[in-house]
């Protein structure tokens, strides 16, 4: 009877200890993860995001859809930063990317400012989740605690990059939903990660079908964006609007008030407030209260940035962004 219970209870830990080692890798992640290794590494971040937010308030959008990018491709592993190579085309060229993707030469110069601090050490993953919160925080929403720990993958991949895992402006809410997740993330992170556009610009391309074919669009509101956004395919498809028409420089609720009021400038952003719809309720409830929306934006970042890091001895940690080791 005691040999039984004892062999039961070894079998027991056996099956925690390999649970253990083969749960979610974003188990290994910390917010002291540098502690000791790289104590001023915020520091090093932050000085850097902070100078060239303050040159082009966009940056700070810019930064913070790097690291949004990245981690809908294939997890946070800073792949979305490799240069094109002949092996390899990258993902900056993809669809979702190509000409709308920006910050890397800001990137380059915060990983030459850590480098300097204390090389080898930091990874390009994880500097991209602490510009993005910096970016956030420089613009006046929340902070949060950044889970450290990630490694670089050493590859890209073109293809995983332009097969839809990230949601394009024509996104429908149905497909909204599934893209998020299939990264983990529910409806309600859904939501308030797309209150990220509270901040930033859209090129004309992304958003010319919903100005000119859409009815639940406030009509005053469309005007003005038609007036710089040609109907004709090629024509000043390059032209930027503000994702947010009140306080694009500002990271507030307003991006909700928007919704409300018709006048979201991508297809996907309206569709989060349209007609009965199932995030209706929740686009009210953050327009009415920043504190509920900075708690659940600044959670559902940090549930992000656990979506599938490299981390233990899988990738690298890469002394140029750009390129793997």
Request: aromatic letters at 6%; a positive charge.
């Amino acid at each position: 009877m005691a040999s039984g219970r004892s062999s039961s209870l070894c079998s027991i830990w056996v099956i925690v200890l390999l649970v253990g080692f083969t749960g979610s890798s974003s188990a290994q992640l910390s917010t002291n993860f540098y502690s000791k290794s790289c104590p001023k590494v915020f520091d090093a971040v932050k000085s850097v995001v902070q100078s060239a937010v303050n040159k082009e308030k966009r940056m700070g959008a810019s930064l913070l859809r790097l690291h949004f990018h990245d981690c809908f491709v294939n997890g946070c592993d800073g792949s979305i930063l490799l240069d094109a190579t002949s092996s390899s085309p990258g993902e900056k060229t993809a669809g979702p990317n190509n000409n709308s993707v920006r910050g890397f030469e800001v990137v380059d110069k915060i990983k030459s400012q850590v480098e300097k601090t204390c090389p080898g050490v930091v990874s390009c993953a994880d500097i991209l989740a602490i510009a993005a919160r910096d970016s956030v925080k420089i613009l006046g929403g929340p902070s949060w605690n950044v889970k450290l720990g990630r490694r670089d993958s050493k590859t890209a991949s073109l293809a995983a990059a332009n097969s839809g895992v990230i949601p394009p402006p024509t996104s429908t809410l149905s497909n909204l939903k599934t893209r998020f997740q299939a990264v983990g993330l529910n409806e309600r992170d859904l939501v308030a990660l797309s209150g990220a556009h509270t901040i930033g610009k859209a090129r004309c391309t992304s958003f010319r079908l919903r100005i000119y074919n859409e009815t639940n669009i406030d009509a005053s509101f469309a005007k003005v964006r038609q007036s710089k956004c040609p109907i004709t395919v090629g024509s000043g498809d390059n032209n930027l609007a503000p994702l947010d028409v009140q306080t694009p420089d500002t990271f507030d609720t307003a991006y909700f008030k928007n919704l409300i009021n018709q006048k979201g400038l991508l297809h996907s952003d309206q569709i989060l407030f349209n007609n009965g719809g199932s995030t209706d309720s929740l686009v009210k409830t953050y327009s009415g209260s920043a504190n509920t929306f900075n708690s659940d934006f600044a959670k559902a970042m940090i549930k992000m940035g656990d979506n599938k890091p490299l981390t233990g001895s899988n990738g690298e940690i890469r002394l140029n962004c750009r390129r793997r080791n």
